[in-house]
């Protein structure tokens, strides 16, 4: 079990960027970045695998959000590019080992950081 605590969020003009940033206790297999806005489910948005060479994005943020590692820093990021209202979200990370990309193959999560993009 490991720790993980996200920064970065906060309120942005719609087209502007943000870099999130999840710190872990300690070494992680895969990663992922998930979402839940205002009356919505909780969403995958992006996942990495342990060495960084397998990754995974939701169709509505291809092209515009990146993921990657820092396993010397024992981090995960996401950037995001041409942010959008939609995008509005509590961002979660987490860690996980089985395979696929659902929810339900990671085992550690964040308490969220919150991104929100005005029109």
């Known amino acids: 079990q490991v720790q993980l605590v996200e920064s970065g969020g906060r309120s942005v003009q719609a087209g502007g960027s943000l870099r999130l940033s999840c710190a872990a206790s300690?070494?992680?297999?895969?990663m992922g970045w998930f979402r839940q806005g205002p009356g919505k489910l909780r969403e995958g948005v992006a996942g990495i695998d342990s060495r960084g060479g397998l990754t995974y994005y939701a169709d509505s943020v291809k092209g515009r959000f990146t993921i990657s590692r820092d396993n010397a820093k024992n981090t995960v990021y996401l950037q995001m590019d041409s942010l959008k209202p939609e995008d509005t979200a509590m961002y979660y990370c987490?860690?996980?080992?089985?395979?696929?990309?659902?929810?339900?193959?990671?085992?550690?999560w964040g308490q969220g950081t919150q991104v929100t993009v005005s029109s």
């Open positions: 300690g070494y992680t297999y895969k």
């Open positions: 987490a860690a996980g080992v089985a395979m696929g990309w659902g929810s339900n193959t990671y085992y550690s």
